[in-house]
């Protein structure tokens, strides 16, 4: 059967210029991290990904080395964007990411020249694309100057393989370091995608990042909205010693039963609301015109449905605001 695209797809989930930059991202973007690839089937995959093409998530965000196996996640994306989605390029943002290791040797990881314009090209081929809208360098290289990495990035874009280039886990002082690069050579940056959500702020909010960002025509991504679950119903009673946090959400096990506490409270608000804590914890993040948009993952419909329903009710009053502030400041 061929695929049509919902006629109300943007009806569904609000979208957001990334500050004052002619980039727009849906306030709900697809990730393709853990969730689909050489372990899923394909007809799975596709559905999940053309049902949320279908409410209005038009941006898709891979990296090199995702999926169960390095590269599934973007051979699995390109197979459903070859088959169904390429009649909808113009529609689409389809970001990817080179840093974390990728294939065997030394020169399978970082930000090199070499490593990232064989990376993006090796993407582009599993995607079935003749360019990608983002290409984010994936995380701060300690041994390649960072001029190196700005350059590569740019020449990119020239080349015409990238529209815009970001980066990913970079830290404020380090976003910085390569925006003042990036304006020098008039390279379009737009976005730092990082780990952030109710449970780990310290890097967007107290390190300032959202308004350097701001103030240089670029936005934040947040990955990670439900701290790999745990910002859910599920773990009210408590988590497993072993959960698997992200290593960016690792100081949330330092104290599990004020953890949990903190978890019920925020799940007493969301009800109030009507929501899911899940629902809360996006809701809480988009509250921010400089969070872009935010990363979340669905393995199933349901589970993607559930997520969606965030656009439901986005607006968080000034008292919910200070309720949810007293309950993370505990």
Do not use: C
């Not at 360098?137 to 990035?153: C, F, G, I, Q």
């Not at 970001?166 to 780990?195: C, M, R, W």
């Not at 019920?264 to 948009?293: F, I, P």
Request: hydrophobic content about 40%; glycine content about 6%; overall charge negative.
């Amino acid at each position: 059967m061929v695929y049509a695209a919902a006629n109300n797809r943007y009806e569904q989930v609000p979208y957001r210029r990334v500050s004052d930059s002619g980039l727009i991202l849906p306030a709900l973007s697809f990730g393709l991290w853990r969730n689909l690839g050489d372990q899923k089937p394909l007809a799975n995959s596709r559905e999940v990904i053309l049902k949320a093409f279908d409410h209005g998530i038009f941006s898709f965000d891979n990296a090199s080395n995702y999926g169960p196996s390095n590269g599934t996640a973007e051979e699995t994306f390109g197979a459903v964007y070859q088959s169904d989605l390429k009649p909808y390029r113009d529609e689409l943002v389809i970001t990817t990411k080179a840093g974390y290791h990728m294939w065997p040797g030394p020169l399978g990881e970082f930000s090199g020249r070499k490593t990232l314009h064989a990376a993006l090209d090796l993407s582009l081929q599993r995607m079935h694309l003749d360019y990608v809208d983002i290409f984010y360098a994936h995380r701060w290289d300690p041994n390649t100057n960072l001029e190196e990495t700005a350059v590569a990035l740019d020449d990119l874009v020239r080349q015409g393989k990238a529209l815009y280039v970001g980066v990913s886990n970079y830290t404020a002082e380090q976003t910085a370091a390569i925006i003042d690069i990036f304006k020098t050579l008039h390279t379009p940056f737009v976005l730092n995608q990082v780990s952030y959500n109710m449970l780990h702020r310290q890097e967007a909010e107290d390190h300032q990042m959202l308004q350097l960002l701001d103030d240089n025509h670029a936005g934040l991504v947040a990955y990670g909205p439900l701290a790999e679950g745990l910002l859910t119903d599920r773990y009210l009673n408590g988590f497993p010693a072993d959960f698997p946090l992200h290593r960016s959400n690792a100081h949330i096990a330092d104290d599990p039963e004020a953890t949990v506490r903190q978890l019920n409270a925020l799940n007493a608000v969301a009800a109030d609301r009507g929501q899911t804590l899940a629902q809360l914890a996006m809701a809480w993040l988009l509250k921010d015109r400089r969070v872009a948009s935010i990363v979340f993952g669905a393995s199933s419909i349901d589970h993607l449905l559930d997520n969606i329903k965030v656009a439901d009710n986005l607006q968080l009053s000034d008292e919910e605001l200070q309720k949810i502030e007293s309950i993370l400041t505990k």
